[in-house]
């Protein structure tokens, strides 16, 4: 039940963080909500609400009604109402926050068919629980070779125990509908408890799963995004990234929900920007639209019988010369606006300066030592030299 930072404590319960029950690295709850009231104090007469928010394993989440008033606080290891049993969780929101969270996903916060919280859980739940957590892989490899065997084109990518261990939920996705009667007698045959089967979609199993992203961050789905928005094609090439499938694509299969992140600030950028099918007609012929530069409100473009040289237009100029030719007038040449631009083919020299000074990269190298002549080879050549210096004349 903890990260590496914060482990746990007595109970299952997380210890280390002492940031209001939830870990501060974020590494062992998943979609946690900062519970900001929690230093605040209820006005008088008003009762706090008896709704909290549960997290079971990985980023499923429910919320169960607390109608006996037990004392709970976030990082909690509660007992549940199940359908059949009891399930084990951990309290991840109490208080005025849990309504808002309900309203989010569309619940009742009146709902008086909530399920309810039976108590706080005991070491033999807990231990229980490991119990069944412990076994989860090991029948999820027995659960996908029985489906192979069967020929069933699925994948079982998630079991999740009941905290009873009476039942267990098998998460899988298949491109098409599955008859898995046969496997379920199978499998309640091999591991004799009762069998719940659930579709879910390639993010969901992402979010479930959770992983590293390209970015090198933990996946969005399974640390803060609650919802999944549609993601096209098209908000790549607002942004005009390569339509690479390989590069658009997350650990899910679907393109990356962070395409919809900036996308707005670009559609605000390219309200009056002029298309990039652009055309502008000249003295010296046609003009296409080659290259856009949002950022920089740079167009480039070039002449058809040209396609290697590009001239550098401003945003203003290219709208200026459109208008020019709505009114059925035509500039004499693109140069004419292009002079005082960059132009791409013209690249400027580059100069890279030493950040760290102007040291040599051998100046923590040991310097040379030189050899040391024999005393005897010195006084040979003194000898030597002053053979040959000529006589001084009296």
Not at 95 to 117: A, C, S, T, Y
Request: hydrophobic fraction near 30%; aromatic fraction near 8%.
């Amino acid at each position: 039940m903890g990260c590496s930072s914060c482990s746990t404590g007595k109970d299952g319960q997380p210890r280390g963080c002492k940031n209001n029950g939830t870990c501060g690295t974020d590494g062992c709850n998943k979609l946690t909500v900062f519970d900001w009231l929690s230093n605040m104090s209820l006005p008088n007469g008003q009762k706090p609400f008896d709704c909290v928010e549960v997290r079971f394993k990985n980023s499923r989440k429910e919320f169960f009604r607390n109608t006996d008033n037990i004392t709970l606080s976030i990082g909690d290891i509660i007992a549940t109402q199940a359908k059949t049993g009891h399930d084990i969780g951990m309290v991840t929101l109490t208080g005025e926050l849990v309504k808002v969270q309900m309203k989010k996903k569309k619940e009742d916060p009146n709902d008086k068919d909530l399920p309810k919280i039976y108590r706080k859980a005991s070491q033999k739940d807990i231990d229980i629980w490991q119990k069944c957590r412990d076994r989860e892989e090991e029948i999820k490899k027995r659960a996908r070779e029985i489906a192979i065997a069967l020929n069933l084109q699925m994948k079982i990518s998630d079991v999740e125990f009941q905290g009873d261990g009476s039942k267990a939920t098998f998460y899988y996705t298949a491109e098409e509908r599955v008859d898995f009667r046969q496997l379920i007698k199978d499998m309640a045959k091999a591991f004799s408890i009762r069998i719940e089967m659930r579709q879910i979609g390639y993010r969901q199993e992402a979010q479930r799963l959770g992983g590293i992203g390209s970015c090198g961050r933990e996946l969005c789905c399974s640390t803060w995004l609650t919802d999944f928005r549609s993601v096209s094609t098209a908000a790549a090439r607002y942004q005009q990234l390569s339509l690479n499938p390989q590069k658009l694509a997350g650990q899910c299969g679907k393109l990356k929900c962070c395409l919809n992140y900036e996308l707005d600030v670009y559609l605000d950028a390219l309200k009056d920007f002029p298309s990039q099918e652009t055309r502008i007609s000249t003295g010296k012929g046609v003009a296409f639209c080659q290259k856009v530069d949002i950022f920089k409100s740079m167009l480039w473009f070039s002449y058809r019988d040209e396609p290697a040289n590009w001239h550098a237009l401003t945003k203003d100029q290219v709208n200026e010369i459109l208008e020019k030719n709505k009114n059925n007038e035509k500039i004499a040449s693109l140069e004419e606006y292009s002079a005082d631009n960059e132009v791409v083919s013209v690249e400027k020299e580059k100069v890279f300066e030493n950040v760290v000074g102007q040291d040599s990269l051998t100046r923590f190298d040991k310097p040379k030592q030189k050899r040391k002549r024999n005393k005897s080879q010195n006084q040979n050549n003194k000898r030597r030299n002053n053979k040959k210096r000529p006589a001084n004349n009296a």
